[in-house]
């Protein structure tokens, strides 16, 4: 207990001096690198930003393109009401939505750079707001990448007109704010943090809970690609705090039975007779409606918060270190030098994760629908019944 708070206090302290460092840096070198990924400002170059550079992928599908199932899907599918219509279609109804509520004139072209611009202004019904400034980084996509981007959303349905696209000012300047890729205090060493991270005897054990690149538990998110969608800043506080911000999805909800029994988990189903909750174990409990008192959704994160404490200086590093390699670009766990995009994600990542499956197979569901009850909590809206590899 006595190493927790210097810990804290520590890493936080370091967080806060890489920020600050990273401004005057920027502030001195006028800006890092700004490589465009791909050519021209087209609705082709916007396709390949959306399933490459772009990251959109691994939160949204397109019709049956894809396999993201958490965020919206952008494409026409089968979902109901206003969802179902493809995105260049629907950007006209949220045009119309946005002109009532904002008194200015939006079209759907100003709908969908608004989408990017800004995505916490309008938060579609349903979702959080946890769609990242796609301008920044990680992701970091230029101007010209945020219009073949649209130019593509426009092609599902709308019209395709490069002229209407009018790119705010925060899009515009966001590349001169790019700041020198964030480092950790210490390095770190990324292959000693894969063995803490799969391996579930040691202080991290992520995988017991955590899945990358198909080995892993499936309680909390997938991180295959995390750290090509969030920032270094967050995965530290996720791994810190975990309470702090809560993926969609993962929301953990209290149940109090009749005869005073306490369930802690994660919603993955519900029907008329009961409600299904992944334990912190992953083991799927199946409640009769019948026997609950109350169902109270919790603030706390089934992810344990003592890992501040229940890890070292070094393995802390260590673990982040890996995690930050996980970028969707690189080997997982290889030499750790970033070249070029390649598609090694499938490669599984060591012989040692292997054993180290956790999925307590004690119930059919959890073992029958692998992929799809990951998230099934996201009501049909999402497309769930897309859920497949695409
Ligand atoms: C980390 C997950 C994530 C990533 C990555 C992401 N989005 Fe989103 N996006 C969301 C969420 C969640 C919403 C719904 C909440 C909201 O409206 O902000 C959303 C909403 C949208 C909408 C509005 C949809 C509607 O029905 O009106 C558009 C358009 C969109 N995203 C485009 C993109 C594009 C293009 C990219 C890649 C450049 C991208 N998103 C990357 C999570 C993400
Ligand atoms: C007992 C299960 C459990 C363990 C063990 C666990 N996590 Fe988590 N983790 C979760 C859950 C559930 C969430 C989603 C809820 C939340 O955001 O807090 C999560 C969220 C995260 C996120 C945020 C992902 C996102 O997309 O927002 C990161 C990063 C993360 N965990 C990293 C780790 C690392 C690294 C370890 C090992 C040191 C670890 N976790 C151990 C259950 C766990």
Not at 116 to 133: Q, T
Not at 269 to 296: F, H, R
Not at 332 to 352: K, L, N, V
Request: proline fraction near 5%; aromatic fraction near 6%.
């Amino acid at each position: 207990m006595k190493r927790i708070l210097p810990i804290v206090i520590f890493v936080f302290s370091v967080l806060g001096a890489f920020v600050y460092v990273g401004y005057v840096v920027t502030d001195i070198a006028g800006g890092g690198v700004a490589t465009a990924g791909a050519e021209g400002v087209s609705p082709e170059a916007g396709e390949t930003i959306f399933w490459g550079k772009g990251k959109c992928y691994t939160c949204h599908s397109i019709g049956d393109e894809g396999s993201a199932i958490r965020c919206p899907n952008l494409g026409e599918n089968n979902i109901a009401a206003l969802l179902s219509l493809p995105v260049g279609v629907r950007a006209e109804e949220r045009a119309v939505l946005r002109s009532e509520q904002t008194g200015k004139h939006f079209s759907a072209t100003d709908y969908l750079v608004e989408s990017l611009a800004d995505p916490g202004a309008y938060v579609v019904d349903g979702f959080k707001n946890e769609m990242p400034y796609v301008y920044k980084p990680p992701i970091g996509l230029t101007p010209d990448e945020v219009k073949a981007v649209i130019l593509y959303l426009q092609s599902q349905g709308g019209e395709v007109d490069v002229a209407q696209i009018k790119l705010p000012d925060v899009i515009l300047a966001a590349q001169k704010e790019e700041a020198e890729p964030w480092q950790p205090y210490f390095a770190g060493d990324p292959e000693n943090g894969m063995e803490l991270f799969f391996d579930e005897e040691s202080n991290a054990g992520c995988s017991r809970c955590h899945t990358v690149a198909e080995n892993g538990g499936k309680v909390g998110p997938e991180l295959t690609t995390v750290s090509g969608t969030r920032s270094p800043q967050y995965i530290v506080e996720s791994i810190i705090q975990p309470s702090e911000v809560i993926a969609s999805g993962f929301e953990s909800l209290l149940i109090v039975s009749k005869d005073g029994r306490y369930l802690t988990g994660i919603k993955k189903g519900e029907d008329e007779q009961s409600i299904s909750l992944m334990l912190d174990t992953g083991e799927i409990q199946k409640v009769s409606k019948d026997e609950i008192e109350e169902v109270a959704p919790q603030e706390t994160s089934v992810m344990p918060s003592g890992f501040a404490d229940d890890l070292t200086m070094t393995e802390f590093h260590d673990v982040l270190a890996f995690v930050l390699t996980l970028d969707g670009e690189q080997p997982i766990g290889g030499s750790g030098d970033e070249d070029e995009e390649d598609d090694d994600e499938e490669e599984s990542a060591d012989e040692d994760s292997e054993d180290v499956e956790d999925d307590s197979g004690d119930d059919e569901e959890s073992d029958d629908e692998e992929s799809d009850d990951e998230e099934s909590d996201d009501e049909d809206e999402n497309g769930r019944d897309k859920g497949e590899e695409g």
